[in-house]
């Protein structure tokens, strides 16, 4: 098992920045892809961002691509998605999520593990 915690949400005015962070325990993060996904409220939950177990290769949702980041720190059992020029349409909650099999996945089924989700607000 594995546990993912997020945290690093909150209100930001658009074209500002967060950091949101992932820890997980239970087992090392470094088995596992981590991706991130968000779900605004009335739509499904999509894709954002993953990040390869050594973290050499990220793959992006076009709509962040340019903007956000994903990186990981494997001896500290963290992910980390840099947020940069924060949209009013990205508001969300933002999910942590990670994967055993070796693959960028952008399909939500494809992760076995999910933290609780932590809310970003990007004002106008």
């Known amino acids: 098992q594995v546990q993912l915690v997020e945290s690093g949400g909150g209100l930001v005015q658009a074209g500002g920045s967060l950091r949101l962070s992932c820890a997980a325990s239970g087992r090392t993060l470094r088995n596992y892809v981590m991706g991130w996904f968000r779900q605004a409220p009335g739509k499904e939950r999509e894709f954002v961002a993953a990040?390869?177990?050594?973290?050499?290769?990220?793959n992006y949702a076009d709509s962040v691509k340019g903007r956000f980041t994903l990186s990981r720190d494997n001896a500290k059992n963290t992910s980390y998605l840099q947020m940069n020029s924060l949209k009013p349409e990205d508001t969300a909650v933002y999910y942590c999520?990670?994967?055993?099999?070796?693959?960028?996945?952008?399909?939500?089924?494809?992760?076995?593990?999910w933290g609780q989700g932590t809310q970003v607000t990007v004002s106008s």
């Open positions: 990040i390869s177990k050594s973290g050499g290769t990220t």
């Open positions: 999520a990670a994967a055993f099999r070796n693959l960028l996945a952008t399909t939500s089924l494809r992760y076995e593990y």
